[in-house]
């Protein structure tokens, strides 16, 4: 409902309909609401040109969509932010230890592991890890929808992008047959 809801309130301005959103399917329910093109974040996660961790590639890529948690955790350096990300030994932990508020969160100060410019990296920091991040990944903050359901082939972005607009024309087309018939 909250598609066609802002899509109402803004008109004429053309709305980006974003979340859950990683396959043709998902672009053309968003564009029947009335958006005018959607966002994907998780998606590209996975794509060639995208210097996401493997670590984090292949949790993404085994998950389920009940594997994220809507959450602000990862807080350090990153303060207020809500975000969504794979539960993982973190999260696990933080949850398990009853949600505690920053700063009495189990292994708050624990070095998890180095960025790529050589910075620690602690555990609850926002930092996204890259292929050049070395350490723990698994513990860090893994950043994903819960489209990661849907999310489990590798390709160059431009293939993705014409995959996914293909399906949508084809979910579309075979839509408008089911009406006219």
Known sequence: PLIPRVVDAVRPTPVVAAGGI???RGMAAAMALGAAGVW???RF?????????????ELIRRAEETDTVYTGVFD?????APHRALRNSTIREWEAAGRPPSGQRPGEAEVLGRSPQGEPVVRYRSLTPTVETTGNVEAMSLYAGQSAGLVTESGPAGDIVRDVAEEAIRVIQRCAALVQN
């Open 22 to 24: 990683a396959d043709g």
């Open 45 to 57: 996660l996975l794509s060639n040109e995208a210097s996401t961790h493997p670590v984090h590639r």
């Open 40 to 42: 994907m974040g998780t």
């Open 76 to 80: 350090l350096g990153w303060p207020g």
